[in-house]
């Protein structure tokens, strides 16, 4: 009996270790930034995130079920759901200072069409400068919807009535993706709409990098990624290489409330790693923020440069490339983790001196 208790203790305790194990990013290192990020933009970061978590399922005051409340002090002023003939949903939100257009992740199997679409990479505009994900993109500028011309007209009012307002674009997962490339149309089209913030959570690689194009420069001087420990969504498509085998290995698990990815089902389809081939000059842009919880549980966060000046991968390339030692359910499951993660860190509200201790 003993000898049982014992065994089962020690199988406990190796589990213990195993949970910590894996839940632990390796995030130590030298960071391409000098400082920490202003406590301002952490409140932005858990805002989006909050609010790219609401744009799945919003709460408006004529509708009943399971909606999700807006975070305080913002204002919804409209939504637009998605619908058998526009597969985006997006929304603009208000607070005092800010105006907010959130784009929703997929949730839906027509998303993966729109993922898979990009298997033609497309040039965004006509001097053919800058290379985008060309599903995400045609999503954005469907005929049916016009979403981007929707929003530039918001905007344009919005900014005329309060110069002084900020823009800030985000959303999670293919909501961040949208949000990106929302934003080079609007730094690439008409004067009297700006954009201050883009901000993503969880997002694919949706463009390449053009250090030598002027709108790329803008978005990439006004982008925000934040990655929480091993999420495999940002990893794709680029790091395909370095993490098949992760992926080949990958669990059976719900992407999100129909996506589903099926490690198996990756390594059976040669026409997958085929097209990750095709897009494997896509790149993040703009700054990584890297977060990961200690073995203590606390959050801590690393802010790396996607794309370095020259036009090469940024530090930040390294830490997304290197594939965790073995996989398992946290690869999706970091995939969900931002709001929680986001909010832990502006609660920790760590001082800007005492920042050295993360660089």
Known sequence: MNYILSLLLSLLSWANVWRRRKLIFPIDGTSSMQEC??????????????????????????????????????????????????????????????????FKGSDRPTDILIVNSAIAPIHAFHDKSIVVHGGAWNALHSYRDMVTDNIKGILKAAIADKPSINVVLCGHSLGGAYAILCALELLHGDEGVKVDHVIGHGVPQVIEPNTANKVWNELNLIT??????????????????????????????????????????????????????????????????????NESGITNYRVHDAIAPDGTDGYGWDVLNKPPAWSGTFIIENHKEYPQVLHSLLQARTPVEECTQFL
């Open 224 to 293: 925000t990624i934040y990655i929480n420990e091993y999420d495999v969504v940002p990893r794709l498509p680029s790091c395909h290489k370095e993490w098949r085998e992760t992926l080949k290995k990958g669990p059976q698990k719900p992407l999100s409330r129909f996506i589903q990815i099926h490690g198996h089902a990756l390594s059976d389809t040669e026409s997958t790693w085929q097209m990750f081939e095709r897009l494997d000059r896509f790149r993040h842009v703009g700054k990584l923020v890297f977060t990961a919880r």
């Open 37 to 102: 990020m202003a406590n301002t933009d952490l409140q932005m970061g858990s805002t989006t995130a909050k609010l790219s978590d609401w744009i799945y399922s919003p709460y408006t005051s004529d509708e009943k079920g399971p909606m999700t409340p807006l975070p305080e002090s913002l204002r919804m002023k409209q939504v637009h759901r998605t619908t058998k003939d526009s597969p985006l949903q997006w929304a603009i939100v208000t607070s005092d200072d800010t105006v907010y257009v959130v």
